[in-house]
């Protein structure tokens, strides 16, 4: 009776470790499937940063650009702009737009530094208003795009991406925002068009894992690069949008510094 227990004990004990070596098996083979897919999702996103703010992106953009606002009824409010926008490989990109239409925003602008120096100048009152951090996810000028969707340009800063999976044409990528970051979404689900190696499609997550805004990007030759051209932000919960078009895109114009600074911020433009 004795033996039959011990026999019973061993086999117990073999299964156990058994059970315990294939766990560890198993745990060990998901976290290398984990890490496989956080290395191509990094080698991804460096294609798109390389193409966006890197050393196949433009040296600088100069454009015209229209704003069209739809709300939930189908009502359309249209802005013209200016904008300029200057690549720093070794920091942010610079970025400034200003309104000139219709009269009553006319000379609005909104001036990026950095993630943290943003600048929203009202002539109204002539002043300049440094947006603050916590203010960024408000809306700009009442359209779809918050202050902090027009910042600047890079992702891999706060973000870790993660790929999911893909197709003929793109990449999928999900990117976790990192402890720490002031970012508006806690995810996004980034589509990657493979010919161009730019986004074409946002699905924008609140705090809450919840969706809360798609945003679809149209790329367009422009010289020797591959330059965002259209934007529709679409907001899934109020049902607005809003496209941002640009035109008459001129690249490598040797923008000034210059043309960055709060005090040109300031001033009347026309096209």
Request: no cysteine; charged share 30%; proline share 3%.
């Amino acid at each position: 009776m004795m033996s039959r227990v011990k026999v019973n004990l061993r086999r117990n004990k073999t299964i156990s470790v058994l059970g315990l070596i294939s766990g560890l098996l198993l745990l060990a083979s998901g976290l290398n499937i984990e890490l496989k897919a956080q290395d191509r999702g990094e080698e991804i996103l460096k294609k798109v940063e390389v193409q966006t703010t890197g050393e196949r992106a433009p040296a600088d953009i100069q454009a015209e650009m229209v704003m069209v606002i739809r709300t939930a009824r189908g009502d359309e409010k249209r802005r013209e702009l200016m904008v300029w926008t200057k690549n720093n490989p070794a920091g942010d990109d610079w970025r400034l737009m200003k309104f000139l239409a219709p009269a009553d925003i006319k000379d609005l602008g909104f001036l990026v530094l950095a993630d943290d120096q943003m600048y929203l100048y009202l002539p109204e009152f002539q002043r300049v208003r440094r947006i603050a951090s916590h203010n960024k996810k408000e809306s700009f000028v009442g359209s779809d795009f918050s202050y902090d969707d027009l910042g600047t340009a890079g992702f891999s800063a706060f973000f870790t991406p993660k790929f999911r999976e893909e197709n003929d044409r793109a990449w999928i990528l999900e990117l976790e925002r990192k402890p720490g970051a002031r970012k508006q979404y806690s995810k996004i689900v980034l589509t990657v068009d493979k010919a161009t190696e730019l986004p074409v499609r946002a699905e924008l997550y609140d705090d809450s894992g919840q969706l809360f805004k798609v945003e679809t990007q149209e790329n367009s030759r422009v010289g020797k690069y591959w330059v965002p051209t259209k934007f529709v932000m679409e907001n899934v919960r109020a049902r607005t949008s809003t496209v941002l078009e640009l035109r008459n895109v001129r690249v490598d114009q040797n923008l000034s510094a210059e043309i960055f600074t709060e005090r040109n911020l300031k001033r009347s433009v026309s096209r």
